[in-house]
């Protein structure tokens, strides 16, 4: 007499599929993709830290990686993240020009000076930078929004270097 009860127990109710989605595996999916890219952003961004101004320009489009050069707070001149004299500047960037593939246009090249560096320390990169017949030089600045606050996105504020003086 006591098998009866323990089998059903509800008298006659049948097993219904389940008609809601269980979330769980895929919030664990996001929290952990999450995790990886919160690691990896800062690991993309440029090695050397400077403060750099804000600015309201926006953004330029761009068709392929620029080169960056950058002047700390002490005045040492950085290429991407390799500290290279002022004297040896052009011949490593012509060496970089020699390497790119024939037809693509001039790499762009970015000029990030630290808000408290001297502005004649930057115009003196930049010159040599022109001097050595680049022309696709600009400056960067970090990009404020309505409130003054800083974005996260630099904009370049000068596209040419080579005006008349």
């Known amino acids: ?4 009860m323990l089998g059903r127990g509800g008298g006659g109710r049948r097993y219904k599929p389940m008609a809601e989605i269980n979330v769980t595996p895929m919030v ?3 929290l952990v993709l999450l995790i990886i890219f919160m690691v990896a952003a800062p690991m993309m961004t440029s090695g050397v830290p400077v403060d750099l ?3 309201t320009a926006q953004p330029l489009n761009q068709e392929q990686e620029p080169l960056t050069i950058t002047v700390d707070p002490q005045g040492r001149i950085f290429l991407q ?14 060496a970089i020009a020699r390497n790119q593939p ?8 970015f000029v990030r000076g630290d808000r408290g560096i001297s502005y004649g320390r930057v115009m003196e ?7 050595g017949g680049f022309t696709r030089v600009a400056l960067l600045a ?10 996260q996105r630099p904009a370049a504020t000068a596209p040419r270097t080579n005006a008349p003086r």
Do not use: C, K
């Open 142 to 151: 970090e990009q404020a929004n309505q409130q003054g606050a800083p974005a």
């Open 28 to 30: 664990d999916v996001m």
């Open 1 to 4: 007499m006591a098998g009866p």
């Open 81 to 94: 993240e390799t500290e290279v004299p002022l004297e040896g500047l052009v011949e490593q960037l012509q």
């Open 125 to 131: 990169v930049m010159g040599t930078i022109s001097a």
């Open 53 to 55: 101004p804000r600015t």
């Open 102 to 109: 024939q037809g693509q246009p001039e790499r762009r090249i």
